[in-house]
């Protein structure tokens, strides 16, 4: 592998940390995600900054994040899911290394998240729908970005991780 970066992108619930945690094993690559960071140095949960700032101000410090966190190399980076929205994001996506695009059927998405109490998108009275709506606004931005786009199966996020590193190789040999 070389130093360049590996970025995931994708919706919520299709499992770019945890796929990122294991690529990142597999590559002895560096690994950051970004909510995760951005929690961190916040101290408050992403639930609590879309509560006090609002989605748009939740975006902000997201985007102000990627540009930091992407000027890094050899590091594997979980980005949240709305990074994509943003035309700037979207160009910083670009440059920064290679994106691999996680793709799910909705029903699975929704299977994941709907316990989960720290997805504010999905606090609403019909997470299909939002998680619908959302899907189709974002997918055309995700393909728009990827280099690469893998569909999550039912196989081990460690087998999924291998299968990405493995066509990383042979795209990074073209």
């Given at each position: 592998m070389t130093d360049r970066n590996v970025i995931l992108v994708g919706p919520m619930g299709v499992g770019k940390t945890t796929v990122g945690r294991a690529l990142a094993k597999i590559a002895s690559m560096?690994?950051?995600?970004?909510?995760?960071?951005?929690?961190?140095?916040?101290?408050v949960d992403v639930t609590t900054i879309f509560e006090i700032e609002g989605e748009?101000?939740?975006?902000?410090?997201e985007s102000e994040m990627l540009r930091e966190?992407?000027?890094?190399?050899?590091?594997?980076?979980?980005?949240?899911?709305?990074?994509?929205?943003?035309e700037e994001n979207r160009n910083v996506?670009?440059?920064s290394g290679l994106v691999i695009y996680l793709t799910?059927?909705?029903?699975?998405?929704?299977?994941?998240?709907?316990n989960s109490k720290t997805r504010p998108?999905?606090?609403?009275?019909?997470?299909a729908a939002t998680?619908?709506?959302?899907?189709?606004?974002?997918?055309?931005?995700?393909?728009?970005?990827?280099?690469l786009v893998f569909r999550v199966d039912d196989r081990s996020p460690q087998s999924l991780a291998r299968r990405i590193y493995e066509s990383i190789s042979q795209h990074e040999n073209v």
């Open positions: 560096d690994f950051v995600d970004c909510d995760i960071e951005l929690e961190r140095r916040t101290g748009a101000g939740f975006r902000r410090r966190i992407a000027a890094r190399s050899a590091t594997v980076i979980a980005t949240g899911g709305g990074v994509v929205l943003g996506l670009r440059q799910a059927p909705v029903k699975k998405l929704l299977r994941r998240t709907r998108l999905l606090q609403t009275a019909d997470p998680l619908g709506a959302l899907m189709e606004t974002r997918d055309p931005l995700y393909r728009e970005v990827a280099d």
